[in-house]
Nanobody, 114 residues
Framework: QVQLVESGGGLVQAGGSLRLSCAAS????????MGWYRQAPGKQRDLVATISTGGSTNYADSVKGRFIISRDVAKNTVYLQMNSLKPEDTAVYYC????????WGQGTQVTVSS
């Protein structure tokens, strides 16, 4: 059974930084891609950033230049470094792994105060 476990969320002031971690229960190269999505109250779940097996990255326009997705293959972990946080970044952040099926973590809350 594949598990993705997020950590690192919390409360931060606008302009601050947080780093989210997603630990996978198996080798992350077995996923075609991994990424981060977020869902604010009353809104749909939206893509934030993805990283492919080859290392290519993709970002939502709203986070380009502020967020960085990276990985540590030895630790089977994907990270999301979030800088210059804004109140509109407030959401539950979910880790995603694509391997035929979509695998999701339980989510971690990020709250940015103004």
């Amino acid at each position: 059974q594949v598990q993705l476990v997020e950590s690192g969320g919390g409360l931060v002031q606008a302009g601050g930084s947080l780093r989210l971690s997603c630990a996978a229960s198996r080798n992350i190269f077995r996923f075609n891609a991994m990424g981060w999505y977020r869902q604010a109250p009353g809104k749909q779940r939206d893509l934030v950033a993805t990283i492919s097996t080859g290392g290519s990255t993709n970002y939502a326009d709203s986070v380009k230049g502020r967020f960085i997705i990276s990985r540590d293959v030895a630790k089977n972990t994907v990270y999301l470094q979030m800088n210059s946080l804004k109140p509109e970044d407030t959401a539950v952040y979910y880790c995603n792994g694509q391997a035929g099926l979509d695998y999701w973590g339980q989510g971690t809350q990020v709250t940015v105060s103004s």
